[in-house]
Structures are given as C-alpha cells and as structure tokens.
C-alpha cells in the first residue's frame, strides 16, 4: 500500500458525519465515532479472551531476541503435569499460544534526528533484536503466534507523524506479526488512524490498547464505546505490579465496563486491567502466597479479562503455580460468553459496631479498615517496625482534598457518641517551602455523608518528608469529648484531608495497634473495658480495600452461573452465597469447586454456605439441576 491510499482510508474514517445525538454525547471516544467503522468485533479477531504471554512484567526493557525465543520454546515444551492429562502437555495446549515482545527492541537515537523512526517512518531496532522477521518466522515454526508493541516508553518520540504510524504499520505487516500492543508513551496516539491502516495492509491483527484506563473524547481513549472500539482489547487500569494490593485494586477499573444490561466488555472488545501477575504477587502473609495468586487468576477468569502471562517461563517461577494457571475449569469460565463479560455483585462490609456501656475499639490495623475514595489511593510506603510498608494511605496530590472513612460506623439508639481517642503517623510530600497539609477528624451521618462535627483538627503537618526519608512522624495524638452526637442512625469517623503544597502519606501500622480508635458513648454508670472488635487473623500486608471481601460472577451457559468470592481480609469470610443475587432462578442447582475440581452438592433453598480463609477465594459453577 502506498502512504497516500492508506492515509486515504484513515481519513475518510475520521472524517464521518456524527451518528447522531447518543453518540455525540457518549462519555468518551472520538466525535462521530468514527463513523461506526470500528464497532466492537469489527475485524473478527480475539472473539474469546485471548491467552498468551508477554515480555514486560518479567523483563522490563531488558529484554533480547534470544529471550523470546526461551519464551516461546517454554510454552510449547511438553514437560508440564497438570489436573485432568495423563500425558505431559505444554502451556500451549493449554491456551496460552501467543508470545509478545514488550518494551525493548526498539532502537532509540537510530532515527531521524534522534529519533525511533527513519526518515520514511520505518522504526528503527535495537541491536538486541539482530533479526525480527526471522524471530517472528521462528515463533510461527513453533505453532505460536507473535506480538508486537508500538508507541513505546523507552524511546517516547514527541512529535505525531503520519509517516510514522505507516512505517510502524508496515514493519507490523513485513516482519509477520499476528498482533500489537500500542502504548501511550509516544505520540502515535490515534487508535482509529492505527486500525484503520492495519485494515488497508490486507491482514487483520489482534490489537491492545495499552492507554491505561484513559477514557477521552477522541481518538486515543482508552475506552470504547458501543459504535468505536478500533482495538480488541483494552487497558481499564494503570500497570500493575507484584504488590500484594496492585492486582486488586486494577480489577476495580473494570467495573465501569460492566453495565449489567449493555456491558462494553464484550466479544473482540475486552476490558483489561493489565497482565496477570500470577507467580509474582508478593504474599500478604507467609502462608498465602498460593492462595491470593490464584485469587487474582480467578479475578481475570470471572471478568473475562485476557489471560497473557507476565512471570519468566522457568521451572523455578511456574511449578508453584501451574496447576492454577492451567486450571481447564477456570479458564472455561473465562473463555464462556453467554452475554455478560461477569461483574461485582456485592462489597462485603461489616456492619456498623453497636452501643455498648463501656464504649468501643474500632478496627484500624488493616486497609480493609478504611474506605478510601478517590482522590486517595493505597499503595506502598517505607516499612518500620509499626507496618509492613504495603498499605499507606495516599491522600492525593497537591491541591486536592480527600475523606478517608475509618471502620464500618457507630450505631446505638437512643445513645450518643461521647468521646474518641486516636492516633496516626505521617510523611509530608517533597521538601520545600510550601504551604504543608492539614488534617481534620469529623464524624459523619454514614448514609448522606454530612459532616456532623469537627472534632479536631490539626496544624501543618510537615516535619517529616518521605523523599528523605528517616523515619514517620510520631503519633500524633487525636482526643476529644463532650461530643454529644446522637447514634440513632450510623455514624463513622473520618480524616479530612487537606494537601496545600505538599500532601500527605498515612500509614496503616498493620504490625502494631492500627489508629489505635477508641469511641465511648455518654456515661450511664457502666464501667469496665471497651468492647474489642479486633481482627482475630494473621498480621501482614493488606489488601488495599475497604471491607472485607467481594462476590463476583459469570453467567455460564444452560442458565448456570460462575461466581468468584474474594477474601481480602486477615480473617475467615463466612459467606451464604443466595442464587438469587447472581439472578439464577432455577429450583436447585448443581455447585462445582473449580479449584478443587470437585462437585460439593447442591444448593439447600437457594443458599450455599461458603467458608473462605484469608487472602484467599472460593470459585464455584452453579448449574441448575435437572
């Protein structure tokens, strides 16, 4: 194809008419949607959720020709036993039959100028990679299919060519690649430009849009719509990581795309938080590391997420989790589509804590503690003796303003909420002389959210900088009475905080005493010590979420259901899992433990008990029985 036909159908793509009010005011994706040229399943590719590996979480940009070629000889080695063989299969009889180069070929400064790109577009290659097409022939001689990453991190151009997405496109063709991953580091944005000159080249590709869960108004979202989805799957998150938290909190993101009646995770269109991590996650206690890695596999299973590894294929790194990542069952759940992509169907939370003469200690030693919203995230901090380093508190950037709610409330009618007593350590943002953050404990109606009373607050909390880093700043002491705030309804507790300048970090001390919250309610001649609702597990890092734990599910096909219930707690989660929450209507039905690949009876009215040990899951198929 010449570079004047291609750019032709580009922009008679671009250019289409609106296609009318609706989607003119879809919350994301170009004006005029492409003309609906690109609708989800426009290119036939990727109709069940692809399985495969890629470079990136094992290697970085580390990575060589000769480290493909160890990949794509792992996954077609017949040395793996696995659950329901009675021969040795390899990872690819399993599914996983794709192997994708990340970040790390390209060459950065051979270009033009400087740049990644000669000066008729073609990108230019790291000497790391002496012979692409060959490699790729080589990986297609094996029976696999090969991918390929554009608009790269490593190199970032700043400058939008034309020529450039046709040199990226053609090398795609000429070197045989079966699919890409485009990034969003560079400037080759456009996800329609790119679709449509890989539609001009004559073959189809499977395409990820690696644009991190951005959902924008034009042609570079990370999000489709029902009439634009130039790519077949797409990144709903940021990247994840190995921390125990990541993959959680990443397969949040794919709840926006899961609309119980019109889903935009659907067949040649699937959301994606990222690959698995499965065989790296970090343990969140010394005991579950087998438990919560397959937790996460069973979290992508249940989303219809894609199945692309990301841990080095050694012997050393895949025997401790094969029998999860080959597990037949799990990856049918995942690979069904009976017209839902699956979707959290309930938070579990504990209820508020009820009155009691002698008052109350709240839970604060885990992240699961505390409900925190956007602006403020958890992630990772420095470790000390108090916590484990992995659940901070991070109360958003400069400027911004965040509420983190502390427990699941205070309830007690005809009662009212006397005292608190609390503590909490901090890291102020980088050192300078901006104004530092300020932190406000109120107590708030726990159903509107109205701020009841402010019952302290705090000066300019600046002293001690995490980028140089010595230590956390002492407790700071928080002790107030005299409230008089009525319980009738539940109430919670909450920081107010405010970043000036320079924001804050709050640790979770997950090794120590947590806030160390103590509530009492107003004298009545009652004496003796708080009631304690403390957690009763293992110490260890922290999931990251408020609550204790989530229920997902699948609809499967003959009207079954899978359902997926995540413990992300230090305790034991007790769960009676009701077969009309997952709107199943049939009379009895038949459970399957996928991980146990056992049948475990069936429901008795409609209910199936569920007992699951921290940092761990239950995975079960209901099918009604007849």
């Known amino acids: 194809q010449s570079h004047l036909t291609m750019w032709t159908v580009a922009v008679l793509v671009m250019s289409s008419a609106p296609l009318g009010h609706a989607l003119r005011d879809a919350p994301w994706g170009p ?80 270009g033009v100028n400087g740049t990644q790109h000669a000066a008729d577009g073609t990108p230019t290659i790291d000497s790391a990679f002496p012979d692409t097409k060959g490699m790729v022939a080589a990986i297609h001689g094996l029976g696999l299919k090969a991918g390929w990453y554009l608009n790269d991190c490593k190199c970032g151009e700043r400058q939008e060519k034309l020529i450039n997405y046709e040199g990226d496109v053609r090398s795609l063709h000429d070197f045989g690649f079966d699919g890409v991953k485009i990034d969003g580091c560079g400037h080759q944005r456009n996800q329609t430009l790119y679709a449509a000159l890989m539609a001009a080249s004559g073959k189809n590709y499977t395409i990820e849009n690696c644009h991190w869960g951005d959902c924008t108004d034009s042609d570079d979202s990370s999000c489709p719509t029902t009439e634009w989805c130039p790519f077949n799957w797409y990144r709903s998150s940021g990247d994840i990581n190995s921390g125990p938290q990541s993959w959680l909190m990443n397969l949040q993101t794919t709840i926006r795309f899961q609309d119980f009646e019109s889903p935009l995770s659907v067949p040649g269109c699937w959301a994606y938080p990222d690959m698995l991590e499965v065989g790296r996650v970090e343990a969140p206690t010394n005991t579950s590391f087998y438990s919560w890695n397959r937790a996460h596999f069973g979290a992508w299973c249940i989303t219809s997420s894609p199945l692309i590894l990301g841990l080095a294929l050694s012997d050393e790194n895949l025997n401790p989790v094969i029998d999860i990542i080959t597990n037949s069952e799990a990856i049918a ?45 958890v992630g990772g901090g420095p470790a000390d003796a108090q916590t484990s380093g992995v659940a901070n508190i991070r109360t958003g950037d400069p400027g911004q303003s965040s509420v983190i709610r502390i427990g699941s409330g205070l ?9 608190v007593s609390m503590q909490f350590r901090y890291l102020a943002g980088y050192t300078g002389p901006g104004q530092p953050a300020t932190v406000r404990v109120v107590v708030l109606d726990m159903a509107s959210g109205t701020v009841l009373k402010a019952v302290w607050s705090s000066g300019p909390l600046g002293n001690y900088s995490w980028d140089h880093f010595t230590q956390y700043s002492p407790p700071i002491l928080v002790e107030a009475s005299g409230l008089g705030i009525p319980t009738d309804t539940a109430v919670i507790l909450a920081l107010e905080v405010t970043n000036h300048q320079r924001n804050l970090q709050i640790p979770v001390d997950d090794k120590g005493a947590g ?43 003959n009207d079954g259901a899978a359902a997926l219930l995540i413990n992300h707690s230090p305790d034991v989660l007790s769960y009676n899992l009701k077969v009309t929450t997952l709107n199943l209507t049939a009379p ?21 008990h569920l007992v699951v040990p921290p940092y761990d899951s239950a995975f079960v198929l209901l099918t009604p029985v007849t």
């Open 411 to 419: 309830i007690g009618p005809g009662h009212k909420l006397d005292s």
């Open 588 to 608: 009895s039905y038949k459970v399957r433990d996928i991980w146990a690949h056992s049948d475990n009876g069936t429901t008795i009215q409609g209910v199936f």
């Open 515 to 557: 806030f160390n919250l103590k509530v009492k309610w107003e004298e009545n001649g009652v004496s003796g010590p708080p009631v304690m609702r403390l957690s009763t597990g293992p110490v260890g890092v922290l999931a990251g979420l408020f609550g204790t734990g989530q229920l997902w599910s699948k609809p499967q096909p």
């Open 333 to 377: 759940v995942n690979q069904q589509w009976a017209g839902h992509p699956g979707m959290m169907v309930a938070q579990l939370v504990a209820p508020p804590i009820p009155y009691s003469p002698t008052g109350a200690i709240v839970p604060t030693n885990s992240a699961g503690d505390f409900d925190v919203e956007a602006p403020a995230s």
């Open 31 to 110: 004006p005029g949607q492409a003309g609906g040229k690109f609708k989800p399943g426009w290119n036939g590719e990727a109709r069940t959720p692809p399985l495969g590996w890629r470079s990136w979480n094992a290697f970085g940009n580390r990575i060589t020709q000769g480290m493909m070629m160890q990949a794509a000889e792992a996954l077609v080695a017949r040395n793996r036993s696995v659950w329901g063989s009675p021969k040795p299969v390899a990872l690819c009889d399993v599914g996983y039959c794709s192997v994708g180069v990340d970040e790390g070929w390209e060459g950065c400064g051979l």
